[in-house]
């Protein structure tokens, strides 16, 4: 699967590994909030602003239900 993530499938890889549910939550949560910072972390790094742009077009900010 490359889209249209549900939170029912990262729940069914945590059981594979043994997460709880709140375990994914949080996890889900913390990687949210990192790749919410992608502008920021860009032009730290020198990353052209054309580049940036294109890559935070790519990125996935909606919540996962």
Known sequence: KSD??????????????????????????????????WREYADQAGVTPAQRDAIQAALRLDPIA
Not at 15 to 21: D, E, I, N, P, T
């Open 4 to 37: 249209g993530f549900r939170l029912a499938d990262f729940e069914a890889c945590a059981s594979a590994a043994a997460l709880k549910r709140r375990q994914v939550t949080a996890i889900l949560s913390e990687v949210q909030a990192v790749v919410r910072r």
